[in-house]
């Protein structure tokens, strides 16, 4: 195939054999995901949706004979059009590729005979652009979209019309629907699409940290079961159905449970975006019961809200309210699970405003000094108190 005698559309939106990311909003959530032009079929695409992807659709260009793609995920596609070659449409693609040539030959002209030379040839460029959708329209309507469910897409409804945009976000609103006919967030109160953007202003809002949005919460609050429609701008958790899974998932795990499952479960079995499968954990961890904790990974890079740096290597309910977003937290939590004994790094995010000059300590290493130095300002701070009273 002569790539350059693509229309306009697959070379910038959709370039062959590059993932094109593609949202698409379902009962009041942006969903990201991708699209997949290729010449062939590879097993890694139909492999279960993780991440940030939570729906797939791949356009083979040309059907191949004997296919049998293992789809692992029910928001994978697989589309094939129709069989044989259209000679007709093989014509097209010559000339589109022939007119781009032509153009170049004129970019550097700037006289009224190159400019009209210019104007034709990008009307003709348009026309053939849209002979060219209208075969693959009919290749694909024509076609089959494959699926891991029982039930399949109808492809003449999805492909019609001239539009690859409005091809994938029929297919794609298909997916998400098969997938998820219904989520545990009041979706019908949500003024408009929630982004993975919102969870960190939201985050904001309900711990009123610095450069909180109330108006945030206010809108997005209640639909989500953050907030109630009487008070929309205050937090109020007692009808929060996602915090109810997160409860009952968490209480049939072992003692600790591992992050990566429970926030994939939220995010890709329940239905919420990664970044409100992490909103709601925090939420949890805040307001559960019994007392948990999260164990972060040893070179996490986390922070305050203050702009201090998170000392240790777990958030503990009273740490969640001060605890600045990070885009990457859900890399660097390992596990959550019943609050156990301190280490010394986990004490430092208290002691350290009576003793700054404490220290974290490597894993073996000893940390008497360390101990001595806090005895030492502890010393200090009762002298201070004593003078002070007299």
């Known amino acids: 195939?002569?790539?350059?005698?693509?229309?306009?559309?697959w070379l910038e939106q959709f370039p062959l054999g590059e993932p094109a990311s593609f949202s698409h909003e379902h009962l009041g959530v942006l969903y990201p995901g991708e699209v997949i032009r290729s010449e062939r079929w590879s097993p890694k695409w139909?492999?279960?949706l993780t991440g940030d992807v939570f729906f797939r659709i791949v356009l083979l260009c040309q059907r191949r004979g004997g296919l049998r793609p293992a789809l692992q995920d029910r928001r994978i596609a697989l589309c094939l059009p129709a069989v044989g070659y259209s000679s007709h449409r093989g014509r097209l693609a010559a000339d589109l590729a022939t007119i781009r040539e032509a153009q170049a030959l004129y970019l550097s002209h700037h006289d009224a005979e190159a400019d009209l030379i210019r104007?034709?040839?990008q009307r003709h460029q348009a026309g053939l652009e849209e002979q060219l959708l209208g075969e693959e329209s009919v290749r694909y309507s024509e076609g089959r979209v494959?699926?891991?469910g029982e039930n399949q897409p109808d492809t003449a409804f999805l492909f019609a019309g001239l539009d690859p945009t409005a091809w994938f976000s029929r297919l794609a609103g298909w997916l998400l629907a098969e997938a998820w006919p219904s989520l545990p967030i009041?979706?019908?109160?949500?003024?408009?699409?929630v982004t993975g953007n919102d969870a960190s202003v939201l985050h904001r809002a309900i711990f009123r940290q610095p450069e909180a949005r109330p108006d945030n919460l206010e809108q997005l609050g209640p639909g989500l079961g953050l907030s109630t429609f009487a008070m929309p701008t205050e937090s109020d958790l007692s009808a929060c159905r996602v915090l109810e899974l997160v409860r009952d998932r968490i209480s049939g795990?072992?003692?600790?449970?591992?992050?990566?499952g429970i926030h994939n479960y939220?995010?890709?079995?329940?239905?919420l975006t990664g970044p409100l499968a992490t909103l709601y954990l925090l939420v949890y961890l805040y307001c559960?019961?019994?007392e948990l904790a999260v164990s972060l990974s040893r070179d996490h890079q986390l922070s305050l809200a203050d702009g201090r740096p998170l000392l240790g290597s777990r958030i503990t309910p009273d740490l969640v309210p001060a605890l600045w977003w990070h885009a990457r937290l859900a890399d660097w939590a390992e596990a959550i699970g019943p609050v156990t004994e301190p280490s010394w790094n986990d004490t430092l995010q208290h002691l350290s405003a009576l003793s700054p000059g404490l220290t974290p300590i490597g894993e073996g290493d000893n940390f008497k000094a360390q101990e001595r130095s806090l005895l030492t300002s502890l010393e200090t701070l009762t002298q201070g108190l004593s003078q002070a009273r007299e």
Not at 186 to 193: C, D, I, V
């Open 1 to 9: 195939m002569n790539h350059y005698g693509e229309p306009r559309v």
């Open 46 to 48: 139909g492999e279960r």
């Open 119 to 121: 104007q034709t040839l």
């Open 146 to 148: 494959l699926t891991s």
């Open 186 to 193: 009041g979706s019908a109160a949500l003024p408009r699409p």
């Open 253 to 260: 795990q072992a003692a600790e449970a591992q992050w990566a």
């Open 266 to 271: 939220l995010a890709h079995e329940v239905g």
């Open 288 to 290: 559960g019961r019994p």
